[in-house]
């Protein structure tokens, strides 16, 4: 028998009240591929634009409080920029998320990070991860999200084991470092910009890490950080069960880490995700589980992508919710294949959107966060504001 419309209802409503996603200072920024950007009137150049764009989204979504924020890009004079920061907290009303440190675009990183041969770039790597924890502590900021570029392009011009020590001393040293509550998230990453090995290249290697550096780190994963062949649901389950997980970067890709945006090119494997995810938090596992999206916009309009990516996210987030776990649990345990999969994928057909949006407008929002951005006129109202910056990029992000 069919789920009743006031089951899902209620299902749908409990999903969503528990639902935040963070969104990261650089998907607002001009980005691009290493064969061009093309840039956006809408982009935003500073924290100050960012924070503003930030604060748009969760008028319009009501669920993306806080804004996750890379060292370089966001605090260029690191420490000393944390005032400013706090103050576009304040007006802006959204919390500085999860901090990224940036160990992958000065020039000495050439050869790696905390992974390099030299102890000195070593140690000037280190000095950037105390000061993203630091920067981290006086914002009462939770996350330390790390990825590193860190890795080689030819067979036998590194030594994998050695980097691999020196990785792990420097892991075990910022871990000491954390305050009672902060977390080192470790992302990993098969390859770019690395072609032949990265250093932290899949969970495996990144579950060791977490495991040694110390019980605040966790495993980070990237939706598109992934060979297309591998079951990411699967490492999900692991990393639940292994109570390593610490949370995600989504976005979505058809080859490699296109940062495309989430749902736009495979909706059924983050709701496979979102379900290991349901079915782990409600057994206690997961629970403060880090939600952030990943992408660079490079040929949508910023503020629309993010919007989007944002609603896909609750709906995607809401199919999962609708799968009766106990039915199919019964389903599993009597092998009954196309039982479990009509009652698994038969939640993924339904249409939740006449759900979100009776919950958005049960919490004061628009129906449509989309066409809300339309009608609002924020877009043509930035492009006009930033045409000052003319066509000159600033930076990557
Ligand atoms: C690396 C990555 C990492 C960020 C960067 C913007 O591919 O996923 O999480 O530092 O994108
Ligand atoms: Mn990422």
Known sequence: MAQSESTQFDLAVRALDGFQIEIPSWGFANTGTRFGKFNQAQAAHTIEEKFADAAQVNHLTGVTPSLAL????????????????????????????????????????????????????????????????????????????????????????????????????????????????????????????????TDIADWGMSSHLARLAGP??????????????????????????????????????????????????????????????????AEGLGNDLAFMVDQSHNLKGKMEAMIQTVVTAQE?????????????????????????????????????????AAWRESHGLQADPLAALKASGYVESISRERAKYGSGVTSYA
């Open 316 to 356: 995607l987030w809401v199919k999962a919710a609708l799968v009766d776990r106990e039915k199919l649990a019964a389903f599993q345990q009597s092998c009954d294949i196309v039982g479990a999969e009509e009652l698994y994928r038969g939640a993924f057909w339904t249409d939740v959107r006449p759900l979100t």
């Open 216 to 281: 605040q780190a966790r495993v980070l994963v990237d939706t598109g950080h992934h060979y297309t062949a591998q079951n990411i649901e699967q490492i999900v389950a692991w990393l639940l069960h292994t109570g390593l997980l610490g949370g995600f970067h989504f976005n979505d890709r058809r080859y490699a880490d296109d940062d495309l945006t989430l749902g736009s090119i495979d909706p059924y494997q983050v709701f496979r995700i979102f379900f290991e995810l349901h079915s782990g938090i």
């Open 70 to 197: 890379h060292v370089l890009w966001d605090l260029p004079n690191g420490v000393k920029d944390v005032p400013e920061v706090k103050a576009l907290e304040k007006r802006f009303g959204i919390r500085a998320g999860a901090i990224n440190p940036n160990l992958f675009q000065d020039q000495q990183y050439k050869f790696g990070s905390l992974c390099n041969p030299s102890a000195e770039i070593r140690r000037q790597a280190m000095d950037h991860m105390l000061d993203s924890i630091e920067i981290g502590k006086q914002l009462n900021s939770r996350d330390i999200s790390l990825w590193m570029a860190d890795g080689s392009n030819y067979p036998g011009s590194q030594s994998i084991r050695k980097r691999i020590a020196w990785l792990e001393e420097a892991l075990v040293a910022c871990h000491a470092k954390l305050s009672p509550a902060q977390r080192l998230l470790i992302e990993y990453k098969p390859f770019e910009p690395a072609f032949y090995h």
